[in-house]
C-alpha cells in the first residue's frame, strides 16, 4: 500500500494518468463499446428545477464546467507565484515570459503560413500555442536528477506563463456575440468578489455560491464560461486576516480535484478519435500538418530563438549550471499541447467532422513525438 501511495502522489504520476486515460478513450471509441462511450458523454445532464434549470451534454458541462475550475486552479498558481513565489522577481520571469512568447508566436505562424487559404482552417490558429504542464512536467520528471532544478523551475514558469497566453487568446479570439445583460450580472459578481476580498473574507462557500452564479452568467454572455474561473482567482485573498495562508491552502486542496479527477476526465472525455474509418491521408492535410509542425517543430524553436535572442541581448538571465543542448530538450518538450490543445480544439473547430477529426488526431501525434523524442533527448545528452 505505501509503494502505491508513493506512485500516486509522485510528480510523475499526473502524466502517466492522462495517457492512460487518453489510451482508454482511444480503446472505447475504436471498439465495440464505442456507442456506448459516444452516449454517455452526449448524454443530457440537468441541475436545477422547474423552470429554473440548465440542461447540458455532459462532454459540454467537462469543457464548459469542470475546466472552469482548471482554470481556477491554474490562476491561483498564477497569483501566488506572481505575488509571493519564484515569479515575484522580474530577472527570474524575463526568461520563461520570452521564452513563452515565442512558444505562441511561431506556432502560429507555421499553422498561419500553411492554412491561410482556408477560413475555417484558420479558426485554429491557436490550437499549437499551447503546452500542457501536468504531461510536460511529468516527463521531466521522469528524468530524475539528470535536469538541473534550474530547468525544471524555467518549465514549469513558461507553462504558467503559456497558459495565460491560452487565457487571453480564448477571452479574444473565440467568444461568441455578447448579451448586455449577462455581463451585466458578470460586472455584478465581479463587484461582489471584489468586496469579499476587499473584507478579507475566508468563508469559501460565499466566493462558490458568487463564483457558480458568475459562471453561469459568463455562459449566457458569450465570453467563454471557463474564464471565469481565472477572474474568481483573482479575488480570492492571499491570506486571512490574522496573516494565516488561504490562497496557497485553496489552491493545494483543489490540487487533487484538479490532477486526479478533471484532467484525466477531460482527456478521456475529448481524446476519442474514431480510427476505424479514417482517411489517415487527412493527416497529411493543411490543418493537421500545421498543428503537428506548430507544436512539434514551432514551439521548440520559437521557445529557443526567443529565450536565446533575449540572452544574447541581457533582457533575460540564463539558468545557472546548464548547457544549452540541456535547454534546447526542455524547448522539446513545450510541444506537447495535449489537453489545452484538445480544449482550444474544441472551441475552434466545435467537433466538426471537416477531416475526419484528423485535427484531434493531429494534437495526439505532435504530443507524444515531442514527448518521445524531448525525453529521449534529455535521457542521452551529455
Known amino acids: 500500500m505505501q509503494f502505491i501511495k508513493k506512485i500516486i502522489l509522485s510528480e510523475v504520476f ?9 489510451f482508454l478513450a482511444l480503446v472505447f471509441q475504436n471498439s465495440s463499446l464505442d456507442m456506448i462511450y459516444t452516449n454517455f458523454f452526449h448524454a443530457n445532464f440537468t441541475i436545477g428545477f422547474d423552470d429554473f434549470h440548465l440542461t447540458k451534454k455532459l462532454n459540454l458541462w467537462i469543457n464548459d464546467g469542470l475546466i472552469a475550475i482548471f482554470f481556477l486552479y491554474i490562476g491561483l498558481e498564477l497569483k501566488y507565484e506572481i505575488l509571493r513565489g519564484q515569479l515575484k522577481n522580474i530577472k527570474s520571469v524575463s526568461l520563461p515570459i520570452f521564452g513563452a512568447l515565442g512558444g505562441m508566436i511561431a506556432p502560429a505562424l507555421i499553422f498561419t503560413l500553411i492554412n491561410f487559404n482556408n477560413a475555417f482552417a484558420m479558426q485554429g490558429w491557436a490550437i499549437p500555442t499551447a503546452t500542457d504542464i501536468a504531461f510536460a512536467v511529468g516527463i521531466l520528471m521522469l528524468l530524475g536528477k539528470k535536469i538541473p532544478t534550474s530547468l525544471k523551475l524555467f518549465l514549469l514558469s513558461l507553462a504558467i506563463f503559456d497558459d495565460l497566453g491560452a487565457i487571453v487568446i480564448i477571452a479574444l479570439f473565440y467568444t461568441a456575440e455578447l448579451s448586455t445583460l449577462a455581463i451585466v450580472l458578470c460586472l455584478i459578481c465581479i463587484f461582489a468578489l471584489f468586496l469579499l476580498n476587499r473584507s478579507h473574507v475566508t468563508h469559501l462557500s ?8 458568475f459562471w453561469i452568467a459568463m455562459l449566457k454572455s458569450g465570453v467563454h464560461a471557463t474564464l471565469a474561473g481565472v477572474i474568481i482567482a ?39 478519435v474514431d480510427l476505424r474509418n479514417m482517411d489517415f491521408s487527412f493527416i497529411l492535410s493543411p490543418t493537421s500538418l500545421g498543428i503537428i509542425l506548430g507544436l512539434f517543430l514551432g514551439k521548440q524553436v520559437g521557445v529557443f530563438l526567443f529565450s536565446f535572442l533575449a540572452i544574447k541581448f541581457k533582457l533575460a538571465k540564463f539558468p545557472e549550471n546548464v548547457k544549452y543542448r540541456q535547454f534546447y530538450g526542455i524547448c522539446i518538450l513545450t510541444g506537447i499541447g495535449f489537453t489545452m490543445s484538445l480544449f482550444i480544439d474544441t472551441l475552434a473547430y466545435k467537433n466538426s467532422d471537416f477531416i475526419q477529426y484528423s485535427d484531434k488526431l493531429a494534437i495526439l501525434i505532435a504530443s507524444f513525438l515531442s514527448a518521445i523524442i524531448g525525453y529521449l533527448y534529455l535521457k542521452f545528452i551529455k
Do not use: R, S
Open 14 to 22: 499526473p502524466g502517466i494518468l492522462l495517457i492512460f486515460f487518453t
Open 206 to 213: 460565499l466566493y462558490v455560491l458568487v463564483g457558480v452564479i
Open 234 to 272: 483573482l479575488f480570492i485573498p492571499l491570506d486571512t486576516k490574522k496573516n494565516q495562508p488561504y490562497l496557497h491552502k485553496v489552491y493545494k486542496d483543489l490540487e487533487p480535484w484538479v490532477v486526479y479527477f478533471i484532467l484525466p476526465l477531460f482527456a478521456f472525455a475529448n481524446a476519442g
